[in-house]
């Protein structure tokens, strides 16, 4: 049961009916809207992520899994995982990334970019600043472009990661 109670997108304001009209109304949206005027920019940060970064998408996907994972998210691990087996992430690799988030990741399934960029996520959640052998691989396989947005991606799950826990979220019903 959520820790506040879900917004009613009935008595929205102009702003956020507009930010919401065509978005599915998940748990999460309901609970962020209750911010109005920040709700709308993080919103909107949000879909620029998904849709308007040069990020690999499987890269994505696996770093905002890893950062769930990392931040004790079920809420999001639960919606992202659905969203990488829809984009045809190896099942290997999802289970991968999600396992065991207290120990450093495993090379497993992932590729060296991968492994380069998951890692640095790994750190960047943990300690905030990477150190410059960390880095060094990121910028090896990246371009300043991507890791802003790498970077960018990190700080949105780990702040929609605190939001869901910390209001206890629900998951929606399977339908």
């Known amino acids: 049961m959520p820790r506040i109670p879900y917004y009613d ?9 507009e930010v919401m009209k065509d978005r599915r109304p998940l748990n999460i949206y309901r609970m962020i809207v209750h911010g109005e005027k920040v709700a709308v920019g993080f919103l909107g940060l949000g879909r620029s992520i998904m849709t308007a ?20 998210s079920t ?7 659905k969203l990488a087996a829809k984009a045809a992430i190896a099942a290997e690799k999802i289970e991968a990334v999600l396992a065991d988030p207290g120990k450093p990741l495993r090379a497993g399934p992932f590729n060296a970019t991968e492994q380069a960029v998951l890692r ?9 600043k990477a150190p410059d052998p960390v ?5 090896a396989v990246l371009p300043s472009r991507q890791i802003v947005e790498l970077l960018m991606t990190i700080g949105f799950y780990m702040l929609a990661s605190r939001i869901s826990e910390n209001l206890e979220v629900d998951l929606e019903a399977e339908s």
Do not use: W
């Not at 809420?75 to 995982?81: A, F, L, M």
């Not at 640095?120 to 905030?128: E, G, I, L, N």
């Open 9 to 17: 997108l009935g008595n929205a304001s102009p702003e956020v009916a």
């Open 120 to 128: 640095f996520a790994d750190v960047v959640v943990r300690d905030v």
């Open 135 to 139: 880095f060094r691989a990121v910028a």
């Open 75 to 81: 809420y999001e691990v639960t919606q992202h995982r």
């Open 53 to 72: 970064t040069e990020l690999d998408a499987t890269l994505k996907e696996l770093v905002i899994l890893r950062v769930a994972a990392l931040c004790g």
